[in-house]
């Protein structure tokens, strides 16, 4: 992996991975694109709408690509507001992307999400190979996604790998318009105000996982052995489960005042209700050495520290 495009650049997974990317691979190695411009200046950035299958294209050919991470899409509650957008967003800029690793012989990287569960898939220790019937259109997205990928590695040969992610956490960059985002607005509150109203109610579980983890498994999936994955797409990751009244008691050791309450808003509950409580992820585990380092506690740890600093500067 030496020269790389990743699409969505900006977005919440693409801000933080575009940086370590150019850390390990040489900052002039890695072309980050987004739809919106960029202030960051460490390296190679061009404007793209994945949409734009050929200027995707020409982007990729012309700097040499040999990798594409192709990370833009709408998230679960904004595609469940606009969900012909998030269609032909989320679809057409796969296919797009795909199209291109196809024709330049890229190896392709795209993640998955626990969103590709639906209300029938087993809630606990959710399997691997398991029943995928999401009703909603980020889920539906998700597992067709899910299947291109693996029709382009067996009758294209393109290098298609991918993960499911849980819920991710940092405070680099803002989610916008998911379900899980509760976990990351809980602690900019916390600092903040001391308190948080969740729109997601008590006692709803769902996986969740700190951005350095995530940046890793991205890394080591895209360096692993071929030959040692059975599975190419949509491994099951994740570091922890929890419902919000433990992330507010984890908050809590941190900063004991903290105060919780509710306003739930029934989109996002019914999308979080529709999703596992807790997945597998022995696969991923087995077929490429994934683990995760960082558990609740020392999430909140993390996060509350380097929240407090970036806060102080904004
Ligand atoms: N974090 C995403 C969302 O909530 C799930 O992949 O939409």
Redo the contacts with the bound molecule.
């Keep these: 992996m030496k020269r790389i495009m990743i699409t969505g650049a900006l977005g919440q997974i693409g801000s933080e991975l575009t940086g370590k990317l150019r850390e390990i691979y040489g900052a002039d190695n890695v072309l980050a694109t987004d739809i919106r411009p960029s202030e960051d200046k460490s390296g190679p950035f061009e404007i793209l709408d994945v949409t734009d299958a050929q200027r995707m294209h020409d982007l990729a050919k012309d700097f040499g690509a040999d990798t594409m991470m192709h990370m833009a899409a709408l998230?679960?509650?904004t595609?469940e507001e606009k969900p012909l957008l998030a269609w032909n967003l989320n679809m057409g800029g796969l296919v797009n992307a795909l199209e291109a690793s196809r024709e330049l012989g890229m190896q392709f990287f795209t993640?998955s999400?626990?969103?590709a569960f639906g209300p029938s898939t087993p809630k606990v220790d959710t399997p691997q190979d398991t029943l995928q019937r999401p009703t909603t259109m980020?889920g539906v997205n998700?597992v067709s996604g899910e299947l291109l990928c693996d029709y382009y590695f067996h009758k294209f040969g393109v290098d298609t790998r991918g993960v499911r992610?849980?819920?991710?956490i940092s405070y680099v960059a803002q989610?916008g318009?998911?379900?899980?985002?509760y976990a990351v607005d809980i602690y900019y509150k916390a600092l903040e105000q001391g308190s948080y109203s969740s729109f997601i109610d008590k006692g709803t579980y769902m996986d969740m996982m700190y951005m350095p983890d995530a940046i890793q498994a991205i890394i080591d999936l895209m360096e692993a052995d071929p030959s040692k994955l059975e599975h190419r797409n949509a491994f099951n990751v994740t570091a922890m489960s929890f419902e919000p009244e433990q992330i507010a008691a984890s908050i809590r050791k941190f900063i004991p005042d903290f105060k919780m309450e509710y306003d739930v808003d029934q989109v996002r509950q019914s999308?979080a209700d529709s999703w596992p409580d807790s997945i597998d992820a022995s696969a991923a585990v087995k077929e490429w050495g994934f683990k995760a380092s960082y558990d609740l506690d020392a999430m909140t740890a993390d996060m509350l520290e380097k929240l407090k600093v970036k806060l102080q500067k904004a």
């Design positions: 998230l679960s509650a595609a993640p999400s626990i969103g980020y998700k992610f849980p819920g991710l989610p318009g998911g379900t899980t985002d999308i």
